[in-house]
Antibody, heavy 117, light 107 residues
Framework: QVQLVESGGGLVKPGGSLRLSCAASGFTFSDYYMSWIRQAPGKGLEWVSYISSSGSTIYYADSVKGRFTISRDNAKNSLYLQMNSLRAEDTAVYYC??????????WGQGTLVTVSS | SYELTQPLSVSVALGQTARITCGGNNIGSKNVHWYQQKPGQAPVLVIYRDSNRPSGIPERFSGSNSGNTATLTISRAQAGDEADYYCQVWDSSTHCVFGTGTKVTVL
């Protein structure tokens, strides 16, 4: 069955960096687009970034553009999110998600990122 | 940027029908997807491309989309349907857009 397991979350100071990872299993990872989606405490869902199956096409939300970098390693069945210049408003649960063109069909359980001094 | 508006909350009596709306400019021309999120859990896809149900989703969940409003309908509502529901579209300029979310309460 499809499994997406995020890791790398934690507490970081404003201006700091963090790298999230997502280990995928149960499907042919290299065939699928992937996304990161976040949810601030008590708030709604916010799309963060999207990467095509080969990694050749990448999109970012305006709120993270220039600070976050999405990447993937199809040989390792892994998705990554490098987060730099973190702000308090980046505090959220970050979900790794399998994308089917224009929607998500599977979500991981999420990893919490807290940005606080 | 493209925006999707949902009611903050919807209440439904046990066994009755709940309708959750998702408003957006000419949303009828886009594919709309719906997710259910229970407290402390990751979202789950319940409707994709307006009216299609993934495997494992009960027939009680249905969707429609026309004009400026898309609708998720939950028939014969059960206590287990209590959750937050989010609509979502893919827009060429804003890319992935989520609605504001609706909390469904089953009375």
């Amino acid at each position: 069955q499809v499994q997406l397991v995020e890791s790398g979350g934690g507490l970081v100071k404003p201006g700091g960096s963090l790298r999230l990872s997502c280990a995928a299993s149960g499907f042919t990872f290299s065939d699928y687009y992937m996304s990161w989606i976040r949810q601030a405490p008590g708030k709604g869902l916010e799309w963060v970034s999207y990467i095509s199956s080969s990694g050749s096409t990448i999109y970012y939300a305006d709120s993270v553009k220039g600070r976050f970098t999405i990447s993937r390693d199809n040989a390792k069945n892994s998705l990554y999110l490098q987060m730099n210049s973190l702000r308090a408003e980046d505090t959220a649960v970050y979900y790794c998600a399998r994308a089917k063109a224009d929607h998500v069909d599977y979500w991981g359980q999420g990893t919490l990122v807290t940005v606080s001094s | 940027s493209y925006e999707l508006t949902q009611p903050l909350s919807v209440s439904v009596a046990l066994g009755q029908t709940a309708r959750i709306t998702c408003g957006g400019n000419n949303i009828g021309s886009k594919n709309v997807h719906w997710y259910q999120q229970k407290p402390g859990q990751a979202p789950v896809l319940v409707i994709y491309r307006d009216s299609n149900r993934p495997s494992g989703i009960p027939e009680r969940f249905s969707g429609s989309n026309s004009g400026n409003t898309a609708t998720l309908t939950i028939s014969r509502a059960q206590a287990g349907d209590e959750a937050d529901y989010y609509c979502q579209v893919w827009d060429s300029s804003t890319h992935c857009v989520f609605g504001t979310g609706t909390k469904v309460t089953v009375l």
